[in-house]
Antibody, heavy 126, light 111 residues
Framework: EVQLVESGGDLVQPGGSLRLSCAASGFSFNSYAMNWVRQAPGKGLEWVSY????????YYADSVRGRFTISRDNAKNLLYLQLNSLRDEDTAVYYC???????????????????WGQGTLVTVSS | QSALTQSPSASGSLGQSVTISCTGT?????????VSWYQQYPGKAPKVMIF???KRPSGVPDRFSGSKSGNTASLTVSGLQAEDEADYYC???????????FGGGTKLTVL
């Protein structure tokens, strides 16, 4: 059974930093691209970041580019999100999600997020 | 403001059908057949209901169907049941700069 378990969420002051982790099990982690998706309280889903199976390609939403860094440790089956220069508007539940893709040549397209964790809450407040 | 536009709410009576729309641009919804729909209950993680515009993952009832015309994708739920009451989000490939874009979500109420 595929399992994704996030951790690391906390209360942090504006301008602070935090590292989120997502522990994967039940599948060959090093064969799948992964994402972070967040959801502010009472709001909709927002895609945050994507990393390929090897970790060689990373994409970010405009709202977090330059402040957040996605990474992975395939030996430990762990996905990470480093959050720096946090702002009030970064307050959200952060989900890690596995993505199934279709790749043609050098381009890979997201077919669906087929597995999600339960989320970890990040609260940015003074 | 979300990249894809959804009506905030929709409703239908038990047994009836309801359609939720999702409008994007030629750079996302209109340009690719990589539209997905997710169902989310309060406090729970989303679950994929439709992918690649009109495909259903195994285990999703065939009451759920998807379609697309131009820059607008649609999710239709037929034979509404009480357990269909949830939030529904569309998503699309948005290009390498915005890999995935989501809609703002539609709260479906079953009357």
């Amino acid at each position: 059974e595929v399992q994704l378990v996030e951790s690391g969420g906390d209360l942090v002051q504006p301008g602070g930093s935090l590292r989120l982790s997502c522990a994967a099990s039940g599948f060959s982690f090093n064969s799948y691209a992964m994402n972070w998706v967040r959801q502010a309280p009472g709001k909709g889903l927002e895609w945050v970041s994507y990393i390929t199976d090897s970790g060689s390609i990373k994409y970010y939403a405009d709202s977090v580019r330059g402040r957040f860094t996605i990474s992975r440790d395939n030996a430990k089956n762990l996905l990470y999100l480093q959050l720096n220069s946090l702002r009030d508007e970064d307050t959200a539940v952060y989900y890690c999600a596995r993505v199934l893709r279709y790749c043609s040549g050098s381009s890979c397209y997201p077919l669906r997020f087929d597995s999600w964790g339960q989320g970890t809450l990040v609260t940015v407040s003074s | 403001q979300s990249a894809l536009t959804q009506s905030p709410s929709a409703s239908g009576s038990l047994g009836q059908s309801v359609t939720i729309s999702c409008t994007g641009t030629s750079s996302d919804v209109g340009g690719y057949n990589y539209v997905s729909w997710y169902q989310q209950y309060p406090g729970k993680a989303p679950k994929v209901m439709i992918f690649e515009v009109n495909k259903r993952p195994s285990g999703v009832p065939d009451r759920f169907s998807g379609s697309k015309s131009g820059n607008t994708a649609s999710l239709t739920v037929s034979g509404l049941q009480a357990e269909d009451e949830a939030d529904y989000y569309c998503s699309s490939y948005g290009g390498s700069n915005n890999y995935v874009v989501f809609g703002g979500g539609t709260k479906l109420t079953v009357l």
